[in-house]
């Protein structure tokens, strides 16, 4: 700080501009630093998460350069029909009627969690959604923190081909050609064999990706209710942690302009309701607070041999519908679409 002062103490009449590149190069500078002592001290363990001196550096150069919130005046904010105003957005693809519930799909910069029971599906539909992306052109960069990557091999081809997974191994030829003609890329990510992935080290993969010349345009991750938060906050030990790790989450789908898809746990009591509530959710119900669309899946034991879901859409920021919906589910073909005369419900369900 003191070589902060004397540098602007020995202009003559230094401005405003000269001060603020100080402070921010002396500011710059301290989180460089505190980054290079992380990694230096930390290097040799196996647990280390490099993610988080990677969130530090990157800050160091957003302050350094001077990079700054943008503020609009609301006299020459966008107006509706300008290019500003229209929201980018990728279907989902599993039903259009859930699709048109929101607004179109998910958006760019926008975080949507799937919150279910164990054992109804999250995965399933979780690789339904990012293999309709990629069908549709999007670059999918997708990671595991549960099942072996060969499941999710198996899950992507049974979603390219409906087939089960018996069908499957006499179909390697077919399997082959469909993946080869997916529009768009999909990029596999195991984080079950080393330190569980968080929000900074999810935002370094994606720097890196870009750097190497992938141009990812949407995520799936499997999924954030057993992600890390970053090491800042991981020893506070308070239910609020989670709760700000979804925030982090959120943010790193707003500064890539991507849309981030995951799936988070309900609680024992809530797996016992048709239709359940921000209070289910597992760890944290702040969860439900800071997610841009939450989808809630449930089935009875009597749905889910007839092969139909429910699927609640408990949050959404483009509308203040949230219909249920009845939707034809055969996870063991990974198909799932509209149920043809289904009654579905209005507004919110009991």
């Given amino acids: 700080m003191q070589q902060v002062i004397n540098h602007v103490m020995e202009e003559d009449e230094p401005d405003d501009d000269q001060i603020d590149y100080a402070f921010r190069q002396y500011v710059a500078r301290g989180k460089a630093a505190r980054a290079a002592r992380m990694v230096v001290t930390h290097r040799d363990s196996p647990v280390f998460d490099y993610g988080v001196p ?13 990079q700054r919130v943008e503020v609009v005046e609301s006299r020459d904010a966008a107006l ?63 990671a595991t923190l549960e099942i072996a990557l060969r499941k999710c ?7 390219l081909t409906g087939l089960t997974n018996t069908e499957m191994l006499t179909a390697r030829r077919l399997i082959n050609t469909r993946r080869k003609k997916v529009n768009g890329k999909v ?15 999810l935002h370094a993969e994606l720097e890196q990706a870009r750097d190497e010349g992938k ?9 954030a209710g057993i992600m890390k938060p970053d090491n800042a906050r991981a ?18 789908a707003a500064e890539f302009d991507v849309p981030i898809i995951t799936a988070w746990q309900v609680n024992r009591i809530g797996s016992t309701k048709l ?22 899946l449930n089935q009875t034991r009597q749905e889910q ?46």
Avoid at 98 to 127: C, F, H, M
Avoid at 215 to 221: A, D, L, N, P, R
């Fill in 187 to 201: 990029w596999f990510n195991d984080f079950r064999g080393r330190s569980k992935l968080s929000p900074a080290q």
């Fill in 275 to 296: 239709v359940f509530g921000p209070e289910d959710v597992a760890d944290s119900w702040e969860v439900t607070q800071h997610a841009d669309i939450i989808l809630g």
């Fill in 80 to 142: 509706p029909g300008d290019d500003e105003m229209v929201r980018d957005f990728v279907p989902l693809g599993i039903s259009d009627r859930l699709d048109a519930a929101l607004a179109g799909g998910v958006g760019r910069g926008e975080l949507l969690v799937i919150l279910a029971p164990q054992n109804v599906g999250k995965t399933s539909y979780l690789w339904r959604i990012a293999t309709n992306a990629a069908l549709a052109g999007e670059n999918c960069w997708t």
């Fill in 235 to 252: 020893n506070r030990g308070d239910y609020l942690i989670k709760g700000e790790m979804v925030v982090d989450l959120r943010g790193v």
């Fill in 215 to 223: 141009e990812v345009s949407f995520v799936m991750i499997d999924y």
């Fill in 305 to 350: 041999q007839e092969n139909v879901m429910r699927v609640k859409v408990m949050k959404q920021r483009e509308d203040t519908d949230k219909p249920l919906l009845y939707l034809h589910s055969d996870l063991r073909r990974m198909k799932i679409c509209d149920l043809e005369g289904a009654d579905d419900g209005e507004g919110e369900a009991g």
């Fill in 153 to 159: 091999y198996g899950r992507y081809y049974q979603c």
């Fill in 54 to 66: 990677a969130r530090l550096l990157a800050d160091a150069e957003r302050i350094a350069t001077g």
